[in-house]
């Protein structure tokens, strides 16, 4: 088993599926199940009215033991894990090791003072209706880097994690321009200029949060230094008009067909923005885009890369095979952790 497979694997062990449940490598067992939302609501509303209890004098065991005890009965997703990254967040520990240490035997007894009372009370109340971990804390992991994050935007998905080290596995060349389409939090074209460090990376996105929170995460990310490898443009798939080619297009655009988006936990629904999600009825609307810009974003023999529903591959593969106008050929399906086809890879011919 190569490196790279062994690194692969333990750096995804454990995680749950894209979209229907969602984690990073921050804590290998999130998961985040289907919940049942009318509970949920009676119960989070019952709690609310009556006000959140002031923890202010509270043990750091008790208020772990209580507040674990509160989420559950709210049928909030990974009580055990939300509390702690919480605590830890009020606690102001560190981002590294900060929601395990808070569990350490010699805090158990550490008193809670107001101020972080009333910190944790207002971050479990968000917690309680739903809220992803993510935006609470306002900062999550992808790969090795922490990176910000704020709603509408999408949660990066392990299986992204999983695109763009396949993108670097299958690179051979350099120096090489990559567009990255949907940038979101700037994930994807982030983690490539850092691991490639010969590459400069445009990344465009119709949401102004998503560019300005992925340039905020180039700061962070690349530091001033590599700055100047990556820029971010508001800017659509279909208006996007380049003055020079790329070699590598990536993506991962708004792909769940649109009858699927019923299947998606509370949190998602609520919190993540629908056009980051949602691709049209087929799922395939901005793909198409993508697949149909790439004579004009590119030079032959430049491939694109994308994150995909499984039942794409095959519909992109025909779509391609039936429409020889398109001048792409189809070079491959990749399968994500769990064994579904996520991944294609195409070349313009
Ligand atoms: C699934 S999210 C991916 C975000 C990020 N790349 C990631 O992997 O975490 C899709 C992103 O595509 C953007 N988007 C949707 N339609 C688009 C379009 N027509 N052109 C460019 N970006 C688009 C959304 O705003 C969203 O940020």
Redesign the pocket.
Known sequence: MSMVMLMMMMIFWGRSTAFVATTSQRCKAVRRFPSASSNVNSWSARFSSSGMEDMTGWTIKKTIQESTKWLEQGKVPEPDLSVQHLLAASLQLSWESGFRDVLQKNRAGVILTPDQAQDYGRKLERRLQQEPLQYILGQWDFLDYTISIRSP??C??PE?EELVMKVIEETTESPIHIL??????G??GLALAEKMPDSSVEA????PV?IATSLENAKRILGPSQMSCYSAKLC???DFDPDHSFDIVVS???YIPRADMETLTEDVVRYE?E???CGGEEGMD?IR?IVEKLPSWCNAGAVCWMEVDPTHPELIAKWIADTPSLNVEFDSTHKDMYGKDRFVKLRLL
Request: proline share 10%; glycine share 10%; charged share 15%.
């Open positions: 935007l999408l990066p998905r992204t990255d389409v949907g940038c979101g939090t994930v994807i465009i996105d119709i949401d998503a659509s798939a279909q991962n655009p708004p923005n056009g980051a999600l901005v885009v």
